[in-house]
């Protein structure tokens, strides 16, 4: 599997980096660096104590773990969420909980959701009178 080399900065020392779960995983979990309480149908930006700097090319798809979403309704609101290659604050993760009845509970160092790292093109415009 090819790799590329992505710059990360640690806002706060304690946070442990992404990982993947298991090998040939798309996905790193992010982790959230903060506590809260997420009430029903409540939605919150969610700190990751993190910032990473992805190069020219490439761009960050934040995305809902599965087992989050099926087993306590909780996902990312805006999934994906894209993070941008020129974007080089803090990364938030925007949860929302869909459960009606329990509140869920975020304590620093849950994993709350899966970072993707994708090449991506540049698209050129080409006008055409017809498309086949």
């Excluded at 992404?18 to 995983?25: C, K, M, R, T, V």
């Excluded at 080089?88 to 009845?101: F, P, S, T, Y």
């Excluded at 304590?107 to 006008?127: F, H, M, S, T, Y």
């Amino acid at each position: 599997m090819d790799s590329i080399e992505v710059k990360i900065k640690k806002l706060d020392r304690t946070i442990d980096l992404p990982q993947y779960a298991y090998e040939g995983d798309a996905g790193l979990d992010l982790r959230a660096n903060e506590t809260l309480d997420l009430a029903p149908f409540e939605r919150r930006l969610i700190s990751t104590g993190l910032a990473i700097a992805i190069p020219d090319g490439y761009a960050g798809f934040v995305q809902p773990r599965s087992g989050l979403a099926i087993k306590q309704g909780v996902t990312v609101l805006n999934t994906p969420g894209l993070i941008d290659s020129h974007y080089r604050g803090e990364l938030k993760v925007a949860l929302i909980n869909l459960d009606a009845h329990s509140t869920f509970e975020v304590a620093p160092g849950d994993r709350i959701a899966q970072l993707v790292i994708q090449k991506v093109e540049n698209v050129e415009w080409n006008v055409v009178d017809a498309l086949d």
